[in-house]
């Protein structure tokens, strides 16, 4: 039986099967309360998935691309290892993440780009574009050139720029409210810390 396609709908069920989105009243570790608490090393822990999650990016990339060969998908550690990794896989590169080095995001681990090597950056969850931004800089530091960005998941309505062409599965919006203004607080429901409800 040929695969279900990954569209908007399909993904939130998905996601939503395997516990990487959970609906209720959470406590962020920021401090804001949300109807929504999103995980997506809960889709990622399948490799099936994983592989399947990192074609469909790829799929998505691909035509922005124009035909350049890309020789590396890049993502920040931890969130997006397996991101980059699944991309890579479908786009035949390689696989980089880079990490914290003195509060720096670089290349690290003997991972090199040749000059001018045309590259994509990925991650998770796209919120503020911030992380995505870290890894571009770390791109370009090393030589390489950002072709395009893309994430699993895009939590800005879209909004974020990063001034190359993106891509993502699946645009989500996750409301976060300070505790003395959320909705569900004054409708009396007491929020909980996700990963507190057992799941496997
Ligand atoms: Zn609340």
């Known amino acids: 039986m ?34 929504r608490y999103l995980q997506c090393a809960r889709v990622l822990m399948d490799p099936v998935l994983a592989t399947r999650l990192g074609a469909e990016l790829a799929g998505r990339l691909r035509p922005l691309l124009g035909g350049t060969m890309v020789g590396a998908v890049v993502a920040p550690a931890l969130g997006g290892v397996l991101v980059a990794h699944e991309v890579a896989r479908a786009l035949g590169c390689r696989g980089l993440f880079t990490e914290r080095q003195d509060g720096t995001m670089t290349l690290r681990r003997g991972f090199t780009l040749d000059p001018g090597e045309p590259v994509v950056v990925v991650e998770d969850v796209i919120t503020t574009g911030g992380s995505t931004r870290e890894v571009m800089d770390a791109v370009t530091a090393r030589g390489g050139r950002v072709a395009a960005a893309g994430s699993l998941v895009d939590r800005s309505g879209g909004k974020v720029d990063l001034g190359v062409p993106r891509r993502t599965l699946l645009e989500l919006e996750v409301p976060a409210y300070p505790a003395d203004a959320c909705p569900l607080c004054a409708s009396g429901s007491k929020p909980e810390k996700p990963g507190s409800r057992a799941a496997r």
Not at 10 to 35: C, D, K, V, W, Y
Request: glycine share 12%; charged share 20%; aromatic share 6%.
């Open 2 to 35: 040929e695969p279900e396609a990954l569209t908007h709908d399909s993904l939130l069920r998905l996601f939503g099967e395997r516990g990487a989105l959970l609906q209720g009243h959470f406590l962020l570790t920021s401090g804001l309360h949300s109807p």
